[in-house]
């Protein structure tokens, strides 16, 4: 069974740094692109950023661009989303997803919650 | 970037009715267009995706259809656990979703 699962979420102050991570299981990892997709209170989704299969292409929406860095280990089977300098507007759900055959998300994780707050 | 509009933003509706949801791409997205569900404090979950496949274990009520910039998502019959919040997702370039519609009960 695919399984994705997001940790490392909290509340930090602004100007503030937040890692997230996603432990994957189910499935061959280092065959997979993924992607972190954000989603605001009362929002629709958002694509924050997105790294091939080996990690050697990555990029970023324009609203976090400098900011936040996608990595991915795939010895350890593990995505990670390095946050710095994070604002208000950053505050959201943080999903990890999968890209299916056809680059769709076909697998999400549960997500987990990121407040930007003083 | 490639923009997303989906219409309407809610729709009331009740049990047994036919459902039918919209989305236009601000430009040609081929065939490249998925639909999820949402229910409040879950994941999207993938319903369609290449604007007509049926996920597997997705039930044969919804489907989905179009191409280029105009693409639609049917519920034939409306049933109890499929009111919740629908996106679709352009899987052209990098992700970019619609606003959503709310399907609410009537």
């Known amino acids: 069974e695919v399984q994705l699962v997001e940790s490392g979420g909290g509340l930090v102050q602004p100007g503030g740094s937040l890692r997230l991570s996603c432990a994957a299981s189910?499935?061959?990892?280092?065959?997979?692109?993924m992607n972190w997709v954000r989603q605001a209170p009362g929002k629709g989704p958002e694509w924050v950023s997105y790294?091939?299969?080996?990690?050697?292409?990555?990029d970023y929406a324009d609203s976090v661009k400098g900011r936040f860095t996608i990595s991915r280990d795939n010895a350890k089977n593990s995505l990670y989303l390095q946050m710095s300098s994070l604002r208000g507007e950053d505050t959201a759900v943080y999903f990890c997803?999968?890209?299916?055959?056809?680059?769709?998300?076909?697998?999400w994780g549960q997500g987990t919650l990121v407040a930007v707050s003083s | 970037d490639i923009q997303m509009t989906q219409s309407p933003s809610t729709l009331s509706a009740s049990v047994g009715d036919r459902v039918t949801i919209t989305c236009r791409a601000s430009?040609?997205?081929?065939?490249?267009l998925a639909w999820y569900q949402q229910k409040p404090g879950k994941a999207p979950k993938l319903l369609i995706y290449?604007?007509?496949s049926l996920e597997s274990g997705v039930p044969s009520r919804f489907s989905g259809s179009g191409s280029g910039t105009e693409f639609t998502l049917t519920i034939s019959s409306l049933q109890a656990d499929d009111f919740a919040t629908y996106y679709c997702?352009?899987?052209?370039?990098?992700?970019?979703f619609g606003q959503g519609t709310r399907v609410e009960i009537k």
């Open positions: 997803a999968r890209e299916g055959q056809f680059d769709h998300g076909d697998y």
């Open positions: 189910g499935f061959t990892f280092s065959s997979y692109e």
């Open positions: 790294i091939s299969s080996t990690g050697r292409t990555t």
């Open positions: 430009q040609n997205i081929y065939d490249s």
């Open positions: 290449k604007a007509s």
């Open positions: 997702q352009q899987h052209y370039g990098y992700w970019t």
